[in-house]
């Protein structure tokens, strides 16, 4: 239960599903059934697909126009008179002219055939309530890139090609590649240190040193490389789902490098990762004792000056909270916001809401229940699955049929660095962001009283990823719709993280970025994607101009002193398993 006195967020979840407060105890009957599903279906609720499936099976059933129209489509494959099934792959694996002799040619047709009548069957059921049609298609989807001939060492011409060439080398390369990687599944972090990159000594080496810890987090304040600084320091808050230092990677493309060498003071928090006695903690504490004793913190070291808030994908979402919250109270700290991919309204949140309803969240919340956070593995999981085709498949076939290892690389290296989740925080963010919407709509309550986003008083420059499936650029452009100040809209290709390590000289990175004045008009995303001119290169500059534009004179730079019993950067959180 909440302690009413002491935590602020209210949620109906509290009454009804708690998590225990000690995971020791005996398990109530219906997590530990739900936990034996689990060990299954990695996760996923069979009630709730099982549902969804029965929604869109009736409703195929009692709908004979769709039926005509599969049969005609099945007719029309047969005959082989439809070429318009090549609209039907997005599977860049099966475009080469190897695929057009045959029988590779045959392979390529049916599954592509295959693909389009699935595709058909599964949309645009008269009666399908919308969340069921999309869980459909997300399973169905799963499924049918599973059964891609270009996963298969026989339907694949660029696997048998080089079977014969290697005499079945790449096989046997493949194999110890394969054997490799379940031993280190099976030993864990014990084979983890063989990488070429390590925080510390290839990752996260800008200097500077922790000038505060507590039990959520370290602040990391950066040590200056200009003479001067702007006035008004920059505080980085990133997801807690992820390890800091992907603003931080390889000194060519840290974020953190580059925002020092441009004469900004710059603040990064370190986010702990959860054991099991941190199960209760929640939303608020990262609210409070998290990003708000960071604030202070900041505050003190640069006393008289504003903060320039920048936040990354949940850290975003958690500084928009903030802003909100310290707008209300009129103690508001920042000159102005920065959210890169971070979304404010859920409502058109992807393809991450198909594993977000009251079935799912029961079966997440007895997994978490077990060992008090959300297993890493589990994110981890998660995240392949919204990128199968890419995440999945094509590294089975590059690294166990074509036996070719995957370059090392830092990115690589920081997104097998997986971190966990506590259990209450999870299940508060999932059900008042993801299903109930709550910050959009106002509902969510600090101290008793609700914080909207409309009270945020600064200037914002906000940043989305063409091909982000974690945030999509839609559901982040919904900021235009909640926040009535200027706010500046930028679009840049690539993904949810490649998308934002877009240094300076990164090859092939365009973007898009136009500002909305407070007394301007709302222009929708895709009127807003054919407006806009497109640019070539880094955001980056453009982005850090912004700061300078928002920001007041310089300032002599801020020496970093060590602080009795703290460690330099990168830190110690960053550090443990």
């Known amino acids: 239960m909440i302690n009413r006195e002491s935590n602020v967020i209210e949620y109906t979840y509290a009454d009804r599903h708690a998590t225990p407060d000690d995971v020791s105890e005996p398990l109530k009957p219906d997590y530990a059934i739900n936990q034996l599903l689990s060990q299954f279906t990695g996760g996923i609720d069979p009630v709730a697909y099982g549902l969804a499936f029965a929604d869109w099976l009736i409703h195929l059933l009692l709908s004979l126009g769709k039926q005509q129209a599969l049969l005609d489509l099945s007719v029309t494959h047969a005959c082989g008179q439809n070429p318009e099934c090549e609209d039907a792959a997005d599977d860049n694996r099966l475009a080469g002219a190897e695929w057009m002799p045959w029988p590779y040619a045959l392979y390529r047709q049916n599954y592509l055939a295959m693909r389009q009548w699935w595709q058909l069957a599964t949309r ?57 990687d379940i031993s280190r599944q099976y030993l864990g972090e014990a084979q983890k240190n063989d990488s070429l990159y390590q925080v510390g000594k290839n990752l996260a080496v800008t200097p500077g040193k922790v000038v505060f810890k507590n039990a959520l987090l370290e602040l ?41 060498d441009q004469g900004h003071t710059v603040f990064m928090i370190s986010w702990k990762n959860p054991r099991q006695d941190d199960h209760n903690v929640g939303l608020v504490d990262y609210l409070k004792r998290g990003l708000g004793e960071a604030i202070a913190e900041v505050q003190k070291r640069t006393p008289e000056q504003r903060i320039h808030g920048v936040g990354y994908c949940l850290g975003g979402t958690l500084l928009s909270m903030a802003a909100a919250w310290l707008e209300r109270e009129n103690r508001s700290p920042f000159c102005s916001l920065t959210l890169l991919a971070a979304q404010t309204d859920f409502s058109d949140a992807g393809d991450l809401r198909l594993f977000i309803d009251e079935s799912q969240l029961a079966m997440l919340e007895a997994v978490m229940a077990k060992n008090g956070y959300l297993p890493k593995e589990s994110m981890a999981g998660t995240f392949v699955m919204l990128r199968a085709n890419y995440l999945l498949w094509a590294r089975w076939v590059q690294e166990y049929l074509m036996g070719e290892r995957q370059h090392a690389n830092d990115l690589l290296a920081w997104n097998q660095d997986a971190t966990r989740m506590p259990a209450r925080m999870h299940s508060e963010y999932l059900r008042q962001c993801y299903l109930n919407n709550a910050l959009a709509g106002g509902q969510l309550m600090v101290d008793g009283k609700p914080i909207a986003l409309s009270d945020i008083q600064v200037p914002l420059f906000v940043v989305g990823t063409a091909k982000d499936h974690v945030a999509p650029w839609q559901s982040v452009y919904k900021v235009n719709l909640l926040i009535d100040k200027d706010i500046t809209f930028l679009l840049t290709n690539g993904g949810h993280n490649a998308g934002i390590i877009s240094e300076p000289g990164h090859a092939h990175r365009v973007y898009q970025v136009a500002t909305r004045k407070e007394d ?50 990168p830190g110690l959180y960053v550090l443990e398993p």
Request: aromatic residues 10%; proline residues 7%.
């Open 124 to 180: 645009d059921v008269q009666g399908v309530e919308k969340h069921h049609t999309d869980m459909v298609n997300f399973a169905v989807r799963q499924w049918l890139e599973a059964l891609s001939p270009a996963n298969y060492l026989f339907t694949n011409p660029k696997v048998a090609k080089a079977t014969l060439e290697t005499s079945g080398n790449n096989l046997v390369k493949g194999m110890d590649n394969l054997l490799h």
């Open 220 to 260: 990391i304040q950066y040590s200056p490389s200009t003479a001067t600084v702007k006035a008004e320091p920059v505080l980085i808050t990133p997801a807690w789902i992820m390890k800091y230092y992907i603003l931080d990677l390889s000194e060519h493309n840290s974020l953190v490098k580059f925002l020092v």
């Open 520 to 569: 301007g008009q709302y222009l929708p995303p895709q009127a807003w994607l054919d407006e806009v001119p497109m640019h070539e290169g880094s955001w980056w500059p453009v982005w850090q101009q912004w700061l300078v534009d928002n920001s007041g004179a310089d300032v002599p730079s801020r020496q970093v002193e060590a602080q009795p019993g703290l460690a330099d950067a």
